[in-house]
């Protein structure tokens, strides 16, 4: 399974933007996906998740209320939508695939597969 996430950039604080991650392989069916992000010098974190089925989302503290994660089941997209931006949310974003089964929602460890990562940058 591939992963390939796009839509970073660059953004001033209270902007805007959509991370995309679309999966390569023709028939996906994933338990969870989910995005984590990890900014300079600090560990990777959780920010938000999704079920694959039935409406389930879970979200960082920090970011709830303001990001909203959504899925495609047609397309096999996972969309971040990132409203209220902050210079904190800086970071490489990355989205990721529980495949085989689904533990937890917020460790990266218990996710199989993971996308390449792209970039968000906000100005203040």
């Known amino acids: 399974v591939q992963l390939q996430a796009s839509g970073g950039g660059w953004v001033q604080a209270g902007g805007s933007l959509r991370l995309s991650c679309a999966a390569s392989?023709?028939?996906?069916?994933?338990?969870?996906m989910g995005w984590f992000r990890q900014a300079p010098r600090k560990e990777r974190e959780f920010v938000a998740a999704?079920?694959?089925?039935?409406?389930?989302?879970y979200y960082a503290d920090s970011v709830k209320g303001r990001f909203t994660i959504s899925r495609d089941n047609v397309k096999k997209m996972v969309l971040l939508q990132m409203n209220s931006l902050k210079p904190e949310d800086t970071a490489v974003y990355y989205c990721?695939?529980?495949?085989?089964?689904?533990?937890?929602?917020?460790?990266?460890?218990?996710?199989?597969?993971w996308g390449q990562g792209t970039e968000v940058t906000v100005s203040s």
């Open positions: 990721a695939a529980q495949y085989y089964s689904s533990i937890t929602y917020s460790r990266s460890q218990d996710y199989d597969y």
């Open positions: 392989r023709r028939t996906f069916s994933p338990y969870v």
């Open positions: 999704i079920a694959w089925s039935g409406r389930s989302t």
